[in-house]
């Protein structure tokens, strides 16, 4: 287990601000400090340097920081493997997901309460942003498990097939689109498109299959482009354009008659899930525990 001054250290380095880590950890900031000073005593160097406030890390501290986070790492380990031999039916561990916004709106939710209900004794907490901004988190040790769109060809990173599903073209049921049902891809030039915002794992899909018929996204028609699939889908009934979204995420409204599905001729949009993990990391613990679970599931239901 991590000593309290190793804890502090960690939530400066992570926020490069003695007062933000005072706030998470309910202590006072001089008591911040005052582990900070403890800790570079101890290791006879300083950890951090302060200009003008602000906080940066010396070459020491990066060195500490890399090292606290593998000692995390076993840490929960740890705590999981010694912690699940108590009682072999019960789980017992920390589960930090991170997913990218669709996966976490409309896919993972009925995972994580089956898992829930199963494991009761498991703390899980999930981070919701888009895939990009996942992969980040990942790497910088905020979650220890990553959901997103796309597998990941960072060096330091493991990925793990999940699922696939259907990205589709849809419009209001109010918008003059309706007349036809089917565009050919010439056509859609033309059209006017509302599309997702840059590090969007539905972008990066939308222009994937695009560029296998020579079109690029700057070819397009684009009218609006907006953070989050909820702000994509709201506009899209509202408005009159085209979107593309993924399938989970406008059944209802397509059931009900709001928005309505349109086919571009020879164009298929398919998103491919995966599990991402660091390297070393992988399959370990909780993690591994999780990722078959999710797999069950979905199998399941397929």
Same mark, same amino acid.
């Given at each position: 287990?991590?000593?309290f001054n190793?804890l502090?250290?960690?939530e400066?380095?992570?926020?490069?601000?003695?007062?933000?880590?005072?706030?998470?950890?309910?202590?006072s900031?001089?008591a911040?400090s005052?582990h900070?000073h403890?800790l570079?005593?101890?290791y006879?160097?300083?950890?951090?340097?302060? @200009?003008k406030?602000?906080?940066? =890390? $010396? #070459?020491?501290?990066m060195?500490?920081q890399?090292?606290l986070?593998?000692a /995390?790492?076993?840490?929960k380990?740890?705590?999981?493997?010694?912690?699940s031999?108590?009682?072999k039916?019960?789980l017992?561990?920390?589960?930090k997901l991170?997913a990218s916004?669709?996966i976490?709106?409309?896919?993972i939710p009925a995972v994580?309460?089956?898992f829930?209900?199963?494991n009761t004794e498991?703390?899980?907490s999930l981070?919701?942003?888009?895939s990009?901004?996942?992969?980040q988190?990942?790497?910088?040790?905020?979650i220890?498990?990553a959901i997103i769109e796309?597998?990941?060809?960072?060096a330091?990173?493991?990925?793990?097939?999940?699922?696939?599903?259907k990205?589709?073209?849809v419009c209001?049921?109010?918008?003059y689109l309706? @007349?036809?049902?089917?565009?050919? =891809? $010439? #056509?859609l030039?033309?059209i006017?498109?509302?599309?997702r915002e840059r590090? /969007?794992?539905?972008?990066?899909?939308?222009i994937m299959?695009l560029a296998?018929h020579?079109i690029k996204?700057?070819?397009l028609?684009?009218?609006?482009?907006l953070g989050?699939t909820?702000?994509?889908?709201n506009?899209?009934?509202?408005?009159d354009?085209?979107g593309?979204?993924?399938?989970?995420?406008?059944?209802k409204?397509?059931?009900?008659g709001?928005?309505v599905?349109?086919?571009?001729e020879?164009?298929?949009?398919d998103r491919?899930f995966y599990f991402?993990?660091r390297i070393g990391?992988?399959n370990?613990?909780?993690?591994k525990i999780f990722i078959k679970?999710?797999?069950n599931h979905?199998?399941f239901?397929l």
């Amino acid at each position: 287990m991590l000593s309290f001054n190793h804890l502090v250290f960690i939530e400066v380095a992570k926020h490069l601000s003695f007062t933000k880590a005072a706030q998470i950890l309910f202590i006072s900031q001089p008591a911040i400090s005052k582990h900070i000073h403890n800790l570079e005593e101890h290791y006879q160097t300083s950890l951090f340097e302060r @200009k003008k406030g602000l906080v940066s =890390l $010396t #070459e020491a501290g990066m060195i500490l920081q890399q090292h606290l986070f593998v000692a /995390s790492s076993i840490g929960k380990q740890i705590e999981f493997e010694i912690g699940s031999t108590h009682i072999k039916q019960t789980l017992k561990g920390e589960l930090k997901l991170g997913a990218s916004t669709t996966i976490a709106l409309y896919i993972i939710p009925a995972v994580l309460s089956a898992f829930r209900k199963e494991n009761t004794e498991v703390k899980m907490s999930l981070v919701n942003r888009n895939s990009e901004n996942i992969m980040q988190a990942l790497i910088l040790h905020e979650i220890d498990l990553a959901i997103i769109e796309g597998k990941d060809k960072m060096a330091d990173v493991n990925s793990q097939y999940f699922l696939t599903e259907k990205v589709i073209a849809v419009c209001s049921a109010e918008s003059y689109l309706t @007349k036809k049902r089917k565009y050919t =891809l $010439t #056509e859609l030039k033309n059209i006017p498109i509302s599309l997702r915002e840059r590090g /969007s794992g539905t972008l990066a899909a939308v222009i994937m299959a695009l560029a296998a018929h020579d079109i690029k996204i700057s070819d397009l028609n684009i009218c609006m482009r907006l953070g989050g699939t909820e702000a994509l889908k709201n506009f899209i009934l509202a408005d009159d354009s085209l979107g593309f979204l993924p399938l989970k995420a406008v059944a209802k409204e397509i059931e009900r008659g709001d928005l309505v599905q349109l086919e571009i001729e020879d164009l298929n949009i398919d998103r491919h899930f995966y599990f991402i993990q660091r390297i070393g990391e992988e399959n370990s613990g909780i993690n591994k525990i999780f990722i078959k679970f999710a797999k069950n599931h979905y199998n399941f239901l397929l």
